[in-house]
């Protein structure tokens, strides 16, 4: 079985600071990882995603995350949040053979000008 | 545009009726994925397909559920005798596994929102 867990359900910063969305994993076999984000009404667009290697991952829009294997964390974080950030965002695992990716129940990011 | 298409993007049907939704996804794109989300959750995964294949059903998907892609390209979920409870942000997202993308990326369409009276 797999499953995620984001621990916090609202993370609030100011613009021009860092950000950090946290996000702990539970998974057979080695993990592919994933980070999305949802606007209101909207579907899930892809920001990045964790296959092995670098531990630090590059995305979209600035965003970063960090692969921790020892800790089962993958959290996504940028080093200068902007007002058009807020928005909720969904990590998501899945098991290297598995078709179906398990989703976390999200975190609200509200960045305040 | 390129991207994940859904239909209708809202419906609103009465309890005990029929619906039925309808997902394109991205071009050649050989797998297909349905998932629902109600308010306050992440996409819960219903089913997926391989082609025109059906590889894996959730246990959520009960008898009134099923979803079809006869051709391999695009896919239908049909609910009969709707209920209350099956109020919900019903998503599809497709992904392309092959030897260039063996993550299985998904990339999401705009989702359709049920409302059942």
């Known amino acids: 079985a797999q499953s995620v867990a984001q621990p916090e359900d609202q993370v609030n910063v100011a613009e021009g600071n860092p950000l950090t969305v946290k996000c702990t994993y539970s998974?057979?076999?080695?993990?592919?990882l994933f980070w999305y984000v949802q606007y209101p009404n909207r579907g899930l667009q892809f920001l990045l995603k964790?296959?092995?290697?670098?531990?630090l991952v590059k995305g979209s829009y600035g965003f970063e995350a960090e692969f921790n294997k020892s800790q089962t964390s993958f959290h996504l974080k940028k080093p200068s949040a902007l007002v058009s950030d807020s928005a909720l965002y969904f990590c998501?695992?899945?098991?290297?053979?598995?078709?179906?990716?398990?989703f976390g129940d999200g975190t609200t990011l509200t960045v305040k000008p | 545009d390129t991207g994940v298409s859904q239909n209708p993007r809202h419906k609103i049907t009465k309890r005990g009726q029929n619906v039925t939704f309808r997902c394109d996804p991205i071009?050649?794109?050989?797998?297909l994925y349905w998932y629902r989300q109600t308010l306050g959750q992440g996409p819960e995964f219903l089913t997926y397909?391989?082609?025109?294949?059906?590889?894996?059903k959730s246990r959520l998907l009960s008898d009134r559920f099923s979803a079809e892609r006869p051709k391999g390209s695009f896919s239908t979920l049909e609910i009969q005798r709707t209920e209350q409870g099956d109020s919900a942000m019903y998503l599809c997202?497709?992904?392309?596994?092959?030897?260039?993308?063996?993550?299985?990326?998904?990339?999401f369409g705009p989702g359709t929102r049920l409302t059942v009276l």
């Open positions: 397909f391989q082609n025109e294949a059906q590889l894996e």
């Open positions: 997202a497709s992904s392309s596994l092959s030897t260039s993308d063996f993550t299985d990326t998904q990339y």
């Open positions: 071009s050649e794109h050989n797998r």
């Open positions: 998501a695992v899945r098991n290297t053979n598995a078709g179906k990716s398990t």
């Open positions: 964790y296959i092995t290697g670098d531990n």
């Open positions: 998974v057979s076999g080695n993990p592919y």
